[in-house]
């Protein structure tokens, strides 16, 4: 059985840096791509970014280019999320997801495994 851990979130002020984990196990961590999707109170989940099996392709949602960067070592079975220059509107709980394909994925049923959230909470 696949088990997704996130860990890394916290209480910060606005214009600070968090970098979250996410540790799979259970599974062939190498082959699967991950990605990382938020929810804020009230709010429908949505993407923020993905990457490939093999970590040498990355995506994007809009409001994270440039501020957020996804990365992964497949040595560690462990992916991570390095958010830069937070805003207000990033305040939300944060979830890592694995799909058991080697490409990008961006939607939330296209996700195999879970975790069940790390909490970021920025204040202006």
């Known amino acids: 059985q696949v088990h997704v851990v996130e860990s890394g979130g916290g209480l910060v002020q606005a214009g600070a840096s968090l970098r979250l984990s996410c540790a799979v196990s259970?599974?062939?961590?190498?082959?699967?791509?991950l990605s990382w999707f938020r929810q804020g109170v009230g709010k429908e989940r949505e993407f923020v970014a993905a990457?490939?099996?093999?970590?040498?392709?990355?995506y994007y949602a809009d409001f994270a280019g440039g501020r957020f960067t996804i990365s992964r070592d497949n040595a560690k079975n462990t992916a991570f999320l390095q958010m830069n220059n937070l805003e207000f509107e990033d305040t939300g709980l944060y979830f890592c997801?694995?799909?058991?394909?080697?490409?990008?994925?961006?939607?939330?049923?296209?996700?195999?495994?879970w975790g069940k959230g790390t909490l970021v909470i920025v204040s202006s």
């Open positions: 997801a694995a799909a058991t394909v080697p490409t990008i994925v961006r939607i939330t049923h296209g996700m195999d495994y």
């Open positions: 259970g599974g062939t961590f190498s082959t699967y791509s």
């Open positions: 990457i490939t099996a093999s970590g040498d392709g990355t």
